[in-house]
């Protein structure tokens, strides 16, 4: 157990509809990451949130957003959801901002069907 | 694209073998790492190995770096099934930027 939680484990959608994912990072945990892997494209990173801010932006579409708040647990937004976007989504977190010696610990995921 | 690039995509062995697998990158980096992934179940961070080591174990994992060819190497001796698995490389570039992982080996090791 890596300490990360996110909720819900499944969701069933269909197209068109917006969705939030929900991320809690390990206790003390400033950074959180989210990523994309379906089996076509590997693991994609989507965002990064350090300490309430965003720290580093990767292949996110503009119909996906992401924020964390106060208490530093972190959603992930995705609206006008299409087929494509079926996939797992991974948050993962680390105490620090990312590079150097910091370790990311990655939550079970959310594994989201849309049909 | 990706930073890291892990060759080969896919490896087949036999219990008690061992599995070599390798990750190329582009840029300086500070660290490199390795993470492992069952199917279908997030990463778990296995061995890191700063830009100033050469070679680092953990159990049977062996993890050598060679930032002359920009190039690392995981090493599992004696294999089980239970080693089954995606693994990932991860590097963190000297500029700073975060963690970029790359596109995964799958290892399978049969009974």
């Known amino acids: 157990d890596s300490g990360v939680t996110q909720t819900p484990k499944h969701l069933i959608t269909a197209t068109g509809q917006r969705v939030t994912l929900r991320c809690s990072p390990r206790s003390g945990d400033l950074s959180v990451y989210w990523y994309q892997q379906s089996l076509d494209q590997g693991l994609q990173f989507l965002i990064q949130y350090y300490n309430g801010e965003e720290r580093a932006k990767g292949n996110i579409l503009e119909r996906f957003s992401a924020q964390q708040f106060p208490d530093l647990h972190s959603e992930l937004n995705l609206s006008s959801l299409e087929l494509g976007d079926s996939a797992l989504y991974f948050c993962?977190?680390?105490?620090?901002?990312?590079?150097?010696?910091?370790?990311?610990?990655f939550g079970p995921g959310t594994r989201l069907t849309v049909l | 694209s990706q930073q890291g690039e892990e060759d080969p995509q896919a490896l087949s062995i036999q219990e008690g073998e061992n599995a070599t697998m390798n990750c190329s990158y582009k840029?300086?980096?500070?660290?490199l790492q390795w993470y492992r992934q069952n199917s279908g179940r997030g990463l778990v961070h296995l061995i890191l190995i700063r830009s100033n080591e050469r070679e680092k174990h953990s159990g049977r994992l062996r993890v050598t770096l060679d930032t002359s060819k920009k190039s690392s190497s995981l090493l599992i001796t004696a294999s089980r099934a239970a080693d089954t698995a995606s693994y990932f490389c991860?590097?963190?570039?000297?500029?700073?930027?975060?963690?970029?992982f790359g596109e995964g080996t799958q290892l399978t090791v049969n009974p």
């Open positions: 991860a590097t963190d570039a000297a500029s700073g930027s975060r963690l970029t």
């Open positions: 993962a977190s680390s105490p620090g901002q990312g590079f150097g010696t910091d370790t990311q610990y």
């Open positions: 840029t300086s980096i500070n660290n």
